[in-house]
Structures are given as structure tokens and as C-alpha cells.
């Protein structure tokens, strides 16, 4: 017969199939939230302070998390140019953040041109 493994200082394996605890998968805590969800908020945010975008640094929770959802939109945007245009028209109707999202789209445009002369 084989050697069992063996677990720390010689006692059982603790692998064996039968020491594996079930663990179960914990549910997202609500339904996931579409992008139309996000940028109402955001719109919301921005009416009530004065015109200022939330900043994903902030120590408020709520402005950090709008923050960060707006700063994955400029990536994906700048990086891979992959959003739909009704979602940039969406965020146009921002007045905070038309400029920002022209100002995301020539990044983009400048990365593309580069690419497209670069050297291989």
C-alpha cells in the first residue's frame, strides 16, 4: 500500500477530501447596477456640489465609489476607445463633465494616431 500524506508534524493530511470544509459563495449584495444607474448618480452628484465631479480619493464613501466608477469609464475610454456612443452622449449631458470626456477622447485619438506611426 502507498504512503498517505502526511500534514504538519506527521499527523493527517489536511487536504484528505474528507477535511475539505464546504465553504458557501457569498451573494453580491444586491443586484448589479447598469451604467444608466451610475451616471444618474453622477449627474446627481454633480448638481449638488456646485458643478465638481466626485473624485475617487475622496474620504466620503458614496463620492469615492462614484469616483471610481467615473475613473473606470475614463480607462476603458482612453485605453481601448471600447464605449458605446450613448453612454459618451450621457455623460456629455453633464455639464461637469463634457469637457473631461473631450479631453479623454483626444487621449484616446493621440494613442491611436501614435500607434498607428510607430515603428515595429
Request: charged share 30%; net charge neutral.
Amino acid at each position: 500500500a502507498a504512503a498517505r500524506p502526511r500534514g504538519p508534524e506527521g499527523g493527517a493530511d489536511p487536504w484528505h477530501p474528507g477535511r475539505l470544509e464546504i465553504v458557501p459563495v457569498r451573494p453580491r449584495p444586491g443586484p448589479r447596477l447598469g451604467f444608466d444607474h451610475y451616471a444618474d448618480q453622477v449627474e446627481e452628484f454633480c448638481l449638488a456640489h456646485g458643478g465638481v465631479p466626485p473624485k475617487q480619493s475622496s474620504k466620503d464613501p458614496e463620492e469615492r465609489r462614484l469616483g471610481k466608477w467615473l475613473s473606470r469609464w475614463q480607462q476603458d475610454y482612453c485605453t481601448r476607445g471600447v464605449q458605446r456612443p450613448e453612454q459618451q452622449e450621457r455623460l456629455m449631458a453633464i455639464p461637469a463633465l463634457a469637457e473631461r470626456i473631450l479631453l479623454w477622447k483626444d487621449i484616446y485619438e493621440a494613442r491611436t494616431d501614435d500607434a498607428a506611426i510607430a515603428p515595429v
